[in-house]
């Protein structure tokens, strides 16, 4: 076991089939930019099978409580990504569980089936759309109601476009939170969008930002990560302050046509955070489910970790 190098864990990312944008070192890079005092704890083990890599995020721990781990960040996929004919059972083994430690994993849903029986296990579903260029439109697949609001959105000239204003999302993430009040997921800071613009100026293909919008006013706006055939709209943020003229089944339908026209397999729509009308909104979108548990190891990593990422 050594610490990952970028270089090694790219290509590994590139050649792991059930891989997402969230097992990649940009999104440990974002990490530590978005959350005071996290840095990269990954590590690649080696052995006769193969090779993998346990993407990790230390955001330290309480004095005299040992360290937290996160694989990953901001509560997207984690777990290990390996060759073909690697056993994450082996893997988690591999890694080791030792004192005054905590790892937390929100497991890949696209990765080999695994048992969890070491960990504490708290379950949860993501929900995707599969997607087929050469079949019908997802909007095809949309429950009545979703349905006519693309059909509306597009008759008042709703319109869903690729945007570099970062700013507009920002606004409507702002009124997203405000709505929300404290039963809002998660609170990001304004590092964390600065990152995240800065990653798709330079690598557009990785990540996008997608605003739908009327008049020259946004009214919903999404984030999407894309890696090997893998598209996922992370977080998707929309007006409360004007009317949302089914802006927000057009954005869906547009990105999911992109991301088919582009080659990707699926359109993920991420675990919806113990909300349980937005996982009936994504479910009449025609989304199937896929288990994505939330696993604690208690008692932590192994001290190998510590000393190959000291």
């Known amino acids: 076991m050594r610490a990952a190098d ?13 891989a997402t944008f969230f097992h990649t070192p940009h999104w440990a890079r974002i990490a530590e930019a978005a959350q005071p005092g996290a840095r990269d704890a990954s590590v690649i083990v080696e052995g006769a099978a193969g090779q993998a890599v346990w993407p990790l995020v230390d955001v330290g721990g309480r004095r005299g409580r040992g360290r937290t781990l996160l694989s990953t960040f901001a509560g997207c996929y984690g777990g290990p990504i390996a060759t073909d004919g690697v056993d994450l059972e082996e893997l988690v083994a591999a890694l080791g ?9 929100w497991w890949n849903p696209f990765a080999p089936p695994y048992a969890h029986t070491s960990a504490d296990v708290r379950e949860d579903v993501t929900h995707v759309l599969d997607l087929d260029p050469a079949g019908p439109a997802v909007e ?4 009545r109601g979703p349905r006519g609001w693309v059909g509306r959105a597009r008759r ?5 476009a690729q945007s ?16 929300w009040g404290d039963s809002a ?11 995240l613009r800065e990653l798709a100026e330079r690598q557009p293909e990785l990540v996008r930002l997608w605003v739908a919008g009327h008049e020259g006013h946004a009214l919903a706006g999404t984030i999407v990560f894309y890696w ?3 598209a996922v709209s992370w977080q998707t943020a929309r007006s409360h302050s004007r009317p949302h003229m089914g802006s927000g089944p057009l954005l869906v339908a547009e990105v999911a046509a992109d991301a088919a026209r582009r080659g990707f397999k699926v359109l993920d729509l991420n675990p919806s955070g113990g909300h349980e009308r937005t996982a009936d909104y994504k479910r009449s979108l025609g989304a199937r489910e896929l288990p994505a548990p939330a ?8 001290r190998r970790v510590r000393r190959g990422n000291a």
Do not use: I, K, N
């Open 156 to 160: 008042e000239g709703v319109t869903v």
């Open 97 to 105: 569980l030792g004192r005054m430690s905590r790892l937390h994993t």
């Open 185 to 195: 997921s998660a609170t990001h800071p304004p590092e964390l969008f600065t990152a």
């Open 140 to 143: 095809a697949r949309f429950d």
């Open 295 to 302: 696993l604690t190891w208690r008692g932590s990593l192994l």
């Open 164 to 179: 570099t204003d970062w700013r507009a999302y920002e606004e409507l993430y702002g009124e997203s939170l405000e709505h």
């Open 6 to 18: 970028e270089a090694t864990w790219l290509d590994l990312a590139q050649r792991c089939r059930y």
């Open 228 to 230: 090997a055939g893998h």
